[in-house]
T-cell receptor
Framework: KAGVTQTPRYLIKTRGQQVTLSCSPI?????VSWYQQTPGQGLQFLFE???????NKGNFPGRFSGRQFSNSRSEMNVSTLELGDSALYLC??????????????FGPGTRLTVL | AQTVTQSQPEMSVQEAETVTLSCTYD???????LFWYKQPPSRQMILVIR??????QNATENRFSVNFQKAAKSFSLKISDSQLGDAAMYFC?????????????FGPGTSLSVIP
């Protein structure tokens, strides 16, 4: 079974631009979560989608948004990029809350650099 | 709010020796899962071991085992017969079954070095 894939793997943008990151979960997984990883803040939860609905959102500004498609693929968008948005963005998929222990499987991440 | 603390930013161990990584957490929930994830230099996050809070028996996966103390809210990871490939950042993580079910809360991580 193929793992979680994320595209692109690396991205360089300038301040003020917007960016869209993509995540394809493991086949059969319906839940997709996004995390931001930085040296200073560590791993921080962004949001989680299940069946095209956002179920939970972390403490991030409205510039960070996401969506999930009917095939469970997910995208996250960051508008008006700031230097502090430079980070590794990790996507994780899991089956569903009804399947214990509902562990998450992570993708390789997208490294975003904002200049 | 739930929090996860890892008090050891860095640890080192000699190859073939045993090392224990510490993790404590704070929660008011009674049902939850705890995880240890490994993130090698490739940055791919890999699940090492998981523990269900309702299980008293400590989880074990080959050379990896945990010491789960629910009352003390402690969840340490023991790596036996350490190998060079164990060198990585290790994250302790918490996932509640109710209020925080939809997100995993990670600790700040412990960087483990393995000395040949």
């Amino acid at each position: 079974k193929a793992g979680v894939t994320q595209t692109p793997r690396y991205l360089i943008k300038t301040r003020g631009q917007q960016v869209t990151l993509s995540c394809s979960p493991i086949s059969g997984h319906r839940s997709v979560s996004w995390y931001q990883q930085t040296p200073g803040q560590g791993l921080q939860f962004l949001f989680e989608y299940f069946s095209e609905t956002q179920r939970n959102k972390g403490n991030f500004p409205g510039r960070f948004s996401g969506r999930q498609f009917s095939n469970s693929r997910s995208e996250m968008n960051v508008s008006t990029l700031e230097l502090g948005d430079s980070a590794l963005y990790l996507c994780a998929s899991s089956q569903s809350r009804d399947v214990a222990p509902n562990e998450q499987f992570f993708g390789p991440g997208t490294r975003l650099t904002v200049l | 709010a739930q929090t996860v603390t890892q008090s050891q930013p860095e640890m080192s161990v000699q190859e073939a020796e045993t090392v224990t990584l510490s993790c404590t957490y704070d929660t008011s929930e009674s049902d939850y899962y705890l995880f240890w994830y490994k993130q090698p230099p490739s940055r791919q996050m890999i699940l090492v071991i998981r523990q269900e809070a309702y299980k008293q028996q400590n989880a074990t996966e080959n050379r990896f085992s945990v010491n789960f103390q629910k009352a003390a809210k402690s969840f340490s990871l023991k790596i036996s017969d350490s190998q060079l490939g164990d060198a990585a950042m290790y994250f302790c993580a918490y996932r509640g079954l109710k209020t925080s079910y939809d997100k995993v809360i990670f600790g700040p991580g412990t960087s483990l070095s393995v000395i040949p």
